[in-house]
């Protein structure tokens, strides 16, 4: 199980939850399995599918950036620890 964190607008990695880290990662590893439009469309991850309060926030798969959709604000994130 990967450990996800983000840096916040301090420079301070922070970790995600449990619950957060795991629904990147399952996200992640579904990417392989989705063909047709379903692959076309998977650009990002929803974190408020696994945390209501992440809800303006996804993260873009192919840069792995956390965005917060309603103010535009980007950020590093995920990254993975063991």
């Not at 996800?4 to 795991?22: F, I, L, T």
């Not at 399952?26 to 063909?35: D, I, T, V």
């Not at 076309?40 to 840069?63: C, E, N, V």
Request: hydrophobic share 35%.
């Amino acid at each position: 199980q990967m450990a996800a964190s983000w840096e916040d607008e301090m420079g301070r990695w922070r970790p995600y939850s449990g619950r957060v880290s795991e629904h990147i990662e399952r996200s992640l590893q579904q990417l392989p399995l989705l063909h047709g439009a379903a692959a076309k469309g998977a650009h990002s991850i929803s974190l408020g599918q696994a945390d209501p309060w992440l809800a303006p926030y996804i993260i873009d798969i192919p840069t792995l950036t956390q965005f917060r959709q309603d103010t535009g604000t980007d950020g590093s994130g995920p990254r993975s620890g063991s």
